[in-house]
């Protein structure tokens, strides 16, 4: 029986490598910050609550995590924790470096310290492209980001290659590009979207509020993309791997394809911040643009090319990103039953 840590198990990726491995015959242990009640929720929801083992960690506290992988025996780790909101890292620059990126440097030297054998994962992201120099974005493609998260998270992509190439470390970073999924946080602009649509189809009259809808995202479901990070834990070589859909969609489209599920028919009019989307059957506006969810530097475009770990890994998307909105909808309209 192989034993894993994930930092970051009780949030949307966590939750569902935990239910992988589980699955898999793991012995998992997972680190969660320190709070009154641990949020279990998304754990409880897979069915995997009681499965796992739940440990105080925090990335910024070198004593802990070096006391919390001297005493677990651990196979593989998985580093998904982190100040993971683009919009907050404004705010919050000093914080989101801190764990983001030096977080990282803290895990991987106690690593190469007290269990050098250990099989390592960094949950990079597509943000590091920010200003894309390339289209699609592949593992090669230079770097732009274009908020503190993703400059941060720069910084943990190329400490986990440079532990890599340092010391032996079998070292892998994921570059996933974004991933929803029906237990995404509130606070994400998929999550927003499906949430307030299906308050709308219950009745309600409060029409989300959104920015920048021309913006392009590559969108795939997360429980496909946990499996390509345990995927790269189990080659022989440690690499990089891009994890994405190799599509782009708008935000309006994903609006779009949420409503449909729930029975609306969108009628868009106007542009720029007088932009709005009403529901044709009910008469409702369900979208209006407010500015303040604009950001200072915008990343316009992200589509990837997984080529490499299509080729190598033998992974696939399999959810395509109507379906997921779809999911992500209906989940939402039935919780609210």
Request: hydrophobic content about 40%; charged content about 25%; cysteine-free.
């Amino acid at each position: 029986m192989k034993t894993a840590f994930i930092t970051g198990i009780t949030g949307q990726d966590g939750a569902y490598l935990a239910k992988l491995l589980v699955e898999k015959g793991y012995k998992v242990h997972g680190g969660v910050r320190r709070i009154s009640h641990p949020e279990l929720g998304r754990l409880e929801a897979l069915g995997v609550a009681k499965d796992v083992h739940i440990h105080d960690f925090d990335l910024t506290e070198p004593n802990n995590i070096y006391r919390v992988i001297r005493d677990v025996a651990m196979d593989e780790f998985y580093n998904l924790a982190g100040q993971s909101f683009v919009g907050a890292s404004w705010e919050l620059p000093i914080y989101t470096s801190d764990v983001d990126a030096m977080g990282v440097a803290r895990v991987l030297d106690t690593l190469r310290t007290l269990r050098p054998e250990t099989r390592f994962y960094q949950a990079s992201t597509s943000e590091m492209f920010g200003l894309v120099q390339e289209v699609p974005q592949r593992e090669t493609t230079q770097l732009h980001p274009r908020s503190p998260y993703g400059v941060a998270k720069v910084y943990g992509h190329f400490i986990t290659m440079n532990y890599r190439e340092s010391f032996g470390m079998h070292a892998s970073s994921g570059i996933l590009f974004n991933h929803e999924s029906p237990l995404r946080g509130k606070e994400f602009v998929t999550r927003k979207i499906t949430l307030a649509l299906a308050k709308l189809a219950h009745g309600g009259v409060d029409a989300v509020q959104l920015g920048n809808m021309d913006a392009r995202r590559d969108w795939g479901f997360s429980g496909d993309y946990v499996e390509g990070m345990w995927r790269m834990l189990q080659q022989d070589v440690a690499d990089d791997y891009v994890l994405a859909t190799n599509t782009t969609t708008t935000i309006r489209d994903f609006v779009n394809y949420a409503a449909d599920a729930l029975g609306m028919d969108l009628a868009w009019d106007g542009e720029g911040v007088a932009e709005t989307a009403t529901d044709r059957k009910s008469g409702k506006r369900v979208v209006e643009i407010n500015e303040k969810f604009f950001r200072p530097a915008e990343v316009e475009l992200l589509i990837g090319d997984a080529r490499k770990a299509r080729e190598k890994l033998g992974w696939t998307p399999k959810v395509d990103v109507r379906e997921l909105a779809q999911m992500m909808a209906k989940s939402d309209f039935d919780a609210l039953l």
